[in-house]
């Protein structure tokens, strides 16, 4: 089994930054892509960015592209996501996501390419 478990979530203003962190623990840990997912209230979870664990290929959602920055610790079995300039239409619960068993008919940025989550982490914007 694998553990997910984000941290870094908060209350930040707007134009504000913040780092979050997913930790992953339990068996040898080596997924083919780790994805953050975000849900407003209301709606439905949505893709924010990706990264190919072991190339570090990255991919965004065109509403954080060029103020979020998705990385990786491989050595840790830690991703983040670096949040800048941030907007009050980011304010979700953000969820980190893992592709253990590999899923390459489900395109990444569907819910449905990952089969382990993080209980997920408040993030609030305040305008």
């Known amino acids: 089994q694998v553990q997910l478990v984000e941290s870094g979530g908060g209350l930040v203003q707007a134009g504000g930054s913040l780092r979050l962190s997913c930790a992953a623990s339990g068996r040898t840990f080596s997924p083919y892509t780790m994805g953050w997912f975000r849900q407003a209230p209301g709606k439905e979870r949505e893709f924010v960015s990706r990264?190919?664990?072991?190339?570090?290929?990255?991919s965004y959602a065109d509403s954080v592209k060029g103020r979020f920055t998705i990385s990786r610790d491989n050595a840790k079995n830690t991703m983040y996501l670096q949040m800048n300039a941030l907007k009050p239409e980011d304010t979700a619960v953000y969820y980190c996501?893992?592709?253990?068993?590999?899923?390459?008919?489900?395109?990444?940025?569907?819910?449905?390419?990952?089969?382990?989550w993080g209980p997920g982490t408040q993030v609030t914007v305040a305008s």
């Open positions: 990264i190919m664990w072991s190339s570090g290929s990255t």
């Open positions: 996501a893992a592709e253990i068993t590999r899923r390459a008919t489900f395109v990444f940025t569907s819910t449905r390419r990952y089969d382990y």
